[in-house]
């Protein structure tokens, strides 16, 4: 048995943020029903094709184990198959542009006259306030939940980042909020709103750089790289480069072979519990007992000379050995992996978090497994749907239509071919 088995989630999600959500609510055993505009279907299986007429990487590798059913929600007998979908199911999940589901006929109000212990769950790019219209993508929510103004190098542009934040990282709120909200309705019987903002979400995982705005209010930040270059801080938090968000310095350096892999680098953390194990392993013993380095404070202002000394080793060095050396002495170090490497990488296989799946027209294909485990609801990852592949069957076994008014609804043109 799964965690979420018997949970019917009626998917009105579409690109990443909606669809990352209900894919972690699937592998946890969830009945997800994705709901796509016939012949047309989530805009993602057409995007960055890289097999002609075959469904995307982009909408394969974020619609695992997921039923597709094709219906128009507009016209008058797929939003009387839509209803009969409402009462049916525990979790409407949607990230439409604002006011979409309202335009065709499904406020949260008449959700609720349908099924009042249904929960329906939204991702918007804001919440509330002067932008709730806005359309959002994943950059935009970066730059808006203060991801970009803190991510970069000093005097340089705002950067994103490449970890999808604003998209997956919403997902994931928000099938927080939903499991969180079918535990409340075991007690409460009824069902609720859950909505997540890219915005908020964005923030959230920014929290540590809003602390940090409260203490530059007060002073330097001192463990950020510009202090021991003497370059003044403004107002706001600045971008910190490679720096470690937390209290101990840390820096990106060469390993052996920079010259021509671009991903030979470690990432490697001054801990100041590691401090003498560090000593010895660069070779400066001498550092251990000699006041401008012995203390974590001492180092602030010679960040520079410090990561220049523990480069000159770690340059001598590949990334792999850097770790093999560094673990045992508990001095936390981390190679730059390739998503090249991180593909071929057997213990991610053997996790299930890299997983190998097989697509009737795409083939074989990598893809990400679960990133969470539970020990009693394994997850088996299991192919995306073809566009309504399985229309006909939700029609019958999920809303007893007979074979008859099947035949109706296909006439009506609502649910494609
Ligand atoms: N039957 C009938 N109509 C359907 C349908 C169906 N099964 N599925 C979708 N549609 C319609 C919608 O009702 C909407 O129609 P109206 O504009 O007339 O109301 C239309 O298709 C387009 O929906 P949309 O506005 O959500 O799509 P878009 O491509 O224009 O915008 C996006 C995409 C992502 C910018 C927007 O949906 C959005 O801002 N979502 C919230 C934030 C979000 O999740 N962003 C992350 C996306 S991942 O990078």
Redesign the pocket.
Known sequence: MKALEGIKILD?T?????PTCTQLLAWFGADVIK???PGVGD?TRGQLRDIPDVDSLYFTMLNHNKRSIE????EET?KTVLERLVKTCDVLVE???????D??GFSWERIQELNPRMIMAS???FGPGPYAD?????NVAQCAGGAASTTGFVGELPTVTGAQI??SGTGLHLAFGIVTALFQREKSGKGQRVTAA?QDGVLNLCRVKLRDQQRIERGPLTEYSQYGEDIPFGEAVPRAGNDSGGGQPGRILKCKGWETDPDSYTYFITQAAAWKNICDVIGKPEWKDDPDFATPKARLPRLNEMFGAIEDWTVTKTKFEVMEICNPLNIPVGPILSMKEIAAEQSLRDTGTVVEVDHPTRGKYLSVGNPVKLSDSPSEVLRSPLLGEHTDEILSDVLNYSDEEIKEIHASGAVGK
């Open positions: 009105f579409h690109v990443q943020s909606g709901v796509e505009r805009a219906l128009n929600g507009k797929g990230n439409f542009a604002p006011g979409a589901l335009r065709m991702i918007k790019g806005c359309k959002v993508y994943e604003g998209d890219m």
